[in-house]
């Protein structure tokens, strides 16, 4: 089940509370604003070493950085360096935007490194 469908089912999950201290802000409040579609948790249960966060209405301001591999340079070693700065330098969220070989593996181990929301764009492993 989803931060989402929790919210609307009236749960207030640990993901919530967690937040909701962070944020400085009742934790009732952020359960409404995830049921209403207006702040999320990106909270995938296959991302197990991941550190919530809120994004949306009403919340702090968060930074993104953006790493991936390309059709010119494309080791899973410069990503991992990559994603360490960009979280030693304060990236509540990273976008992983490889094109480069080996998506799936760079993926992988990235995802196992990365404690913050990791998006990712599937159709560049087609």
């Known amino acids: 089940m989803t931060q989402l469908q ?3 089912d009236g749960e207030i999950t ?10 400085g ?4 409040q952020l359960q409404r ?12 249960k296959n991302h197990r ?5 809120g994004i ?3 919340l702090l301001v968060k930074v993104n950085a953006n790493i991936g591999t390309s059709a010119i340079k494309s080791t899973i070693e ?12 304060g ?18 181990r990235i995802l196992e490194k990365c404690a913050v929301p990791l998006g990712t764009v599937p159709i560049y492993q087609t």
């Open 91 to 108: 990236a509540d969220t990273v976008m992983d935007l490889s094109t480069g070989d080996n998506i799936d593996e760079t993926r992988k």
């Open 25 to 28: 802000i009742d934790v009732e």
């Open 33 to 44: 604003a995830i049921s209403d579609g207006i702040a999320v948790i990106p909270a995938n």
């Open 14 to 23: 640990k993901e919530m509370r967690y937040v909701a201290q962070v944020e």
């Open 78 to 89: 410069t990503e991992l360096i990559k994603l360490e700065t960009a979280i030693k330098a």
């Open 49 to 53: 070493n991941l550190k919530p966060i």
């Open 6 to 8: 929790k919210a609307r």
């Open 56 to 58: 949306g209405k009403g």
